[in-house]
């Protein structure tokens, strides 16, 4: 089942706030990217769509932007009608998905903004797929499939000797 982006987002920051609006997009798609290889269907409730510098979900963007360059700090709330940042609650799965944003952390939490934008744009990427088909002119509101993502995650997999589930979505 896919989560509200925010949730999956607030997650990640009540662990590891001191991040920018640009890095936590990447950190996302690589969560998300992830959990499609591993469990066959997408972590967030959204698509990333191509963007300048990289994979982008549209939903958070608007959440984030106002922070600008600046890191983010901790769970922000995503609706004007909640109380509190809407975070993951307490289920296995939840366990699981925070485990991965861990995983991904430890992967790619040293990592720069700029840096995690350059990797999501190598050659080969779902990113770089579709700028090319576009001759890097992608018009508004492309999205990177999950069928894009999960054959490029799913080979990732495979090179770190896990095996993918297949795709069901």
């Given at each position: 089942?896919?989560?509200?982006?925010?949730?999956?987002?607030?997650?990640?920051?009540?662990?590891?706030?001191?991040?920018?609006?640009?890095?936590?997009?990447?950190?996302?798609?690589?969560?998300?990217?992830?959990?499609?290889?591993i469990n066959g269907e997408p972590?967030?409730?959204?698509?990333?769509?191509?963007?300048?510098?990289?994979?982008?979900?549209?939903?958070?963007?608007?959440?984030?932007?106002?922070?600008?360059?600046?890191?983010?700090?901790?769970?922000?709330?995503?609706?004007?009608?909640?109380?509190?940042?809407?975070?993951?609650?307490?289920?296995?799965?939840?366990?699981?998905?925070?485990?991965?944003?861990?995983?991904?952390?430890?992967?790619?939490?040293?990592?720069?903004?700029?840096?995690?934008?350059?990797?999501?744009?190598?050659?080969?990427?779902?990113?770089?797929?579709?700028?090319?088909?576009?001759?890097?002119?992608?018009?508004?509101?492309?999205?990177?499939?999950?069928?894009?993502d999960w054959k490029f995650f799913?080979?990732?997999?495979?090179?770190?000797?896990?095996?993918?589930?297949?795709?069901?979505?």
């Amino acid at each position: 089942m896919p989560y509200p982006s925010i949730k999956v987002a607030n997650e990640l920051l009540s662990s590891h706030g001191d991040v920018s609006p640009m890095k936590l997009q990447k950190l996302l798609y690589y969560a998300n990217g992830w959990w499609l290889a591993i469990n066959g269907e997408p972590l967030l409730d959204e698509t990333p769509e191509v963007w300048r510098y990289g994979p982008v979900y549209q939903h958070l963007y608007r959440t984030f932007s106002r922070f600008g360059h600046n890191d983010i700090g901790g769970p922000v709330k995503g609706n004007p009608f909640v109380t509190e940042p809407e975070r993951l609650g307490d289920s296995e799965e939840e366990g699981r998905v925070r485990q991965l944003l861990e995983w991904i952390w430890s992967e790619h939490g040293p990592k720069t903004a700029v840096q995690l934008s350059n990797e999501t744009h190598a050659v080969g990427t779902p990113w770089r797929d579709i700028a090319e088909k576009y001759n890097f002119k992608v018009p508004y509101s492309v999205d990177i499939s999950p069928e894009r993502d999960w054959k490029f995650f799913a080979e990732l997999a495979k090179k770190r000797g896990i095996e993918p589930s297949p795709l069901r979505t």
